[in-house]
């Protein structure tokens, strides 16, 4: 096996952000996914939103199963932390280290078949018990690593590359998470950076779950005419339900101006972004609303992308179990090992 090194010299006025870093200190090792794959571009936007957010590398943990999508962290954040657990199981690990160590940022990075396959249970109960971190699953509806079947997330009316026909229904990932109750949910696609990477440091930024179904296609396998999850499908039958940017808390910035109109705004580094207002009608906080505009256009043949649904009122799973506020990791014997007395006290109290 060939072993390909990134080099270690570049430009040497890259662009730092606060912490001084380049975006190349973000970058991971080279990849080995087929040349045009999605997943790069997902990893790419990885590591743009962190490099914007200044997150320092050593506080991130990278958590993933097993499939293409779960190699890519390997490809970014190379200083992070990180665990590639067995296939569909990454929820449960990422679970058990988010309440041992808290003061890390958790990054999970999963499939279609990792996630909607083996995993689909757990993958549901990480939602319902808004386990505080970034859920990222690589969309492409095949499995790329066993040479191409039908994923549980690939539409009925797909075909496979060979004209085969699926012969079941698809499971729609963002719409299960948002009647399980995650907090953030969003769609994007691989190939829309400028959707993709102000949906990602947003997620970064949200306490809770936060779950971006990205349709991410695979060349080799689910690239061709036929396919819902191609380049070109996607991109001809996108709908966008919000325009996408994020702010980091500061002083608030407010603006008024009407439906329909545009207004250029100077943020807080002195750089300008252009809003523009529209799809005034569509509700963020309306969960059914949500899940009815994913389905109506779905039916349609489009793929709704954007933000589609954010409870900011929701708390996160170490809050719902009112854990103490340091890291479970850090807490001493006499801490974790109170005594009997403590102990009758709370076999007294379930009596």
Not at 262 to 279: E, P
């Amino acid at each position: 096996m060939t072993y390909i090194a990134k080099p270690k010299f570049h430009h040497p006025k890259l662009p730092l952000n606060d912490l001084g870093l380049t975006r190349r200190d973000y970058e991971g090792a080279m990849s080995t996914l087929c040349a045009g794959c999605g997943h790069d571009s997902v990893s790419a936007a990885i590591v743009e939103a962190c490099f914007e957010l200044n997150l320092p590398a050593h506080r991130v943990a990278k958590m993933s199963g097993i499939g293409c999508s779960s190699k890519t962290p390997t490809y970014f954040l190379s200083k992070s932390h990180g665990f590639n657990s067995v296939h569909g199981r990454m929820p449960s690990v990422a679970t058990g280290a988010n309440l041992a160590n808290n003061s890390l940022k958790y990054i999970g990075v999963s499939g279609d078949g990792d996630t909607a396959s083996i995993g689909f249970g757990q993958f549901a109960h990480a939602v319902r018990r808004q386990v505080d971190m970034l859920y990222v699953v690589e969309n492409n509806g095949t499995y790329g690593l066993t040479k191409g079947q039908f994923s549980a997330t690939n539409d009925r009316v797909s075909v496979g590359r060979k004209g085969q026909k699926n012969a079941f229904g698809a499971i729609d990932l963002a719409a299960m998470a948002i009647q399980l109750g995650a907090s953030f949910v969003a769609r994007s696609f691989s190939g829309d950076k400028d959707q993709l990477v102000p949906l990602m440091k947003a997620a970064l930024s949200h306490k809770g779950f936060a779950f971006i179904d990205v349709i991410s296609p695979c060349v080799t396998f689910n690239n061709h005419i036929g396919s819902t999850k191609s380049f070109e499908f996607v991109r001809d039958h996108e709908h966008t339900v919000t325009g996408v940017d994020y702010v980091p808390h500061r002083e608030t910035i407010t603006v008024d101006y009407e439906e329909g109109s545009v207004i250029d705004v100077t943020l807080h580094d002195q750089s300008r972004v252009r809003l523009r207002k529209l799809d005034t009608g569509y509700d963020l906080s309306d969960q059914a609303g949500a899940l009815q505009h994913i389905m109506s256009h779905q039916a349609k043949g489009e793929v709704v992308t954007g933000l589609l649904y954010l409870d900011a009122g929701e708390t996160e799973l170490k809050e719902k179990m009112d854990m103490v506020a340091a890291p479970l990791n850090s807490l001493g014997v006499a801490e974790l090992r109170p005594g009997m007395a403590a102990l009758e006290k709370i076999n007294a109290g379930l009596r």
